[in-house]
Structure formats: C-alpha cells, structure tokens
C-alpha cells in the first residue's frame, strides 16, 4: 500500500471548515484514498473514500487533485466534537486487505 | 449505528489471567476480520488477520500462542490473551469487513494489574 504524509497536528475554529491535506504521491491507479477518524479511547470511524472523484457525503467531502498525488478532506462546518485523529490512507480496494494506519492528524477544533 | 460490536469495553485483571474479547459483524457476513493494539499515544498496529474456518495469520513479532485467535462463524471472531501479563495493558480494536469500506469496534482496553 501506498505512504501517505499528513500534518501531526492543526487547529480549526468552531464553526469553520477543517481542510486537512494529504499526500501520497506514489498512490497506484488502483489504490483508493480513505479517510478515518478516531475520537479518543474510540475505535476508528469511516469518514470517506474515492478513487479519482471528489466525493461528497453526510459528513464531509473529499477532494482527489487531478493527478492524485494528494487529497483533502473537508469538514464544512467544525464542531467540537470533530476533534480526533484523522487518517488518510489509500490501499487497493476488494475484501481481505486490511488498512495500514500512519500517525494521522490530531485535528483540535477550538471554541 | 454500529455495524461492528465488541465485547468486552474495558476489562481489568490480574496477572497471569486469560482474558477473551469477542468481535462481532453485525447485519452483514464477515470472511476476514482483523486485530489491531494501540498503544497509547500511537496509532493502530495490525496484530493478526482473522479468516473464518482457517487459522488466522500473524504479523511479524506477534506471538500466535499468547494471542489466539478463533474466527468459528462469519459474523463472530475472538481474540484470547493467554497469560497476560503487564505489558499486554493495551488498547485492542477489531474490524471487519463485509461489502462497505471496512468498519471497526469501539475497542476493548484492556489493564493488567
């Protein structure tokens, strides 16, 4: 699977949007991007994922650079309980494979 | 709601004891499921690979007979810490995965007195 490089951490405003980058310029044509969260002593949350897209949900939106060496996920309007440790990770998609996790980025949202 | 269910969330033992956590696909049939330990402070590390009526692979470094694991059904896997000892106090998170991106327990902390 792909490496991928996030900040170790950022702040957010309550209220704003939380843009939180991610790199993984050696990313293969077959490998989707994923992002996840954990809220402290909680098992990781599945946020999103696409393969060349943006994509669009209930929780935020994905956006996938045309080259695909980079993403960023959005979160349009942060609250307090966004904070966490947010995960990119980008593997091939199918049944069986499990996800390797970086260090992520500790997004603080701040009141 | 949840998709994946863990049992126990937090267990507190003694030295020496066997502890059992169950990890439980719910609504959907899982042929893999898979075992993380965090540490705190540290991000999720993959223990071991659970395949449903085989016997499960292990990462580098994890011992298959201290951590057993038993995948009997395809909606219920468990991970057995034989003997635990101090250094096993961990933060053990399942996951599974049916046909939605892969989804996880809320995690089991464990603490070896």
């Known amino acids: 699977d792909a490496k991928t490089t996030q900040p170790p951490s950022m702040d957010c405003a309550e209220g704003r949007a939380a843009n939180l980058p991610c790199n993984h310029s050696?990313?293969?044509?077959?490998?989707?991007v994923y992002w996840y969260r954990q809220i402290h002593s909680q098992g990781p949350q599945y946020i999103i994922h696409?393969?060349?897209n943006n994509e669009t949900n209930e929780m935020a939106s994905l956006i996938i650079t045309e080259d695909r060496k980079s993403s960023t996920l959005i979160l349009p309007h942060a609250t307090l309980r966004d904070t966490a440790v947010y995960y990119c990770?980008?593997?091939?998609?199918?049944?069986?494979?499990?996800?390797?996790f970086g260090p992520g980025t500790r997004l603080s949202v701040l009141p | 709601g949840a998709v994946v269910s863990q049992h126990p969330s937090r267990v507190i033992c003694k030295s020496g004891t066997s502890v059992k956590i169950e990890c439980r696909s719910l609504?959907?049939?899982?042929?893999?499921m898979f075992w993380y330990r965090q540490f705190p402070k540290q991000s999720l590390m993959l223990m071991a690979t659970?395949?449903?009526?085989?016997?499960?692979?292990?990462e580098q470094g994890v011992e298959k007979d201290k951590f057993l694991i038993n995948h009997a059904s395809l909606t219920l896997s468990t991970l057995t810490v034989t003997s635990a000892h101090p250094e096993d106090s961990s933060f053990y998170i399942c996951?599974?995965?049916?046909?939605?991106?892969?989804?996880f327990g809320d995690g089991t902390r464990l603490s070896i007195l």
């Open positions: 996951s599974a995965r049916g046909d939605q991106p892969q989804h």
């Open positions: 050696t990313i293969s044509g077959n490998e989707y």
């Open positions: 696409g393969l060349k």
């Open positions: 990770i980008v593997r091939v998609g199918g049944y069986g494979q499990n996800f390797v």
């Open positions: 609504d959907f049939q899982a042929t893999t």
């Open positions: 659970s395949n449903e009526g085989s016997k499960a692979t292990y």
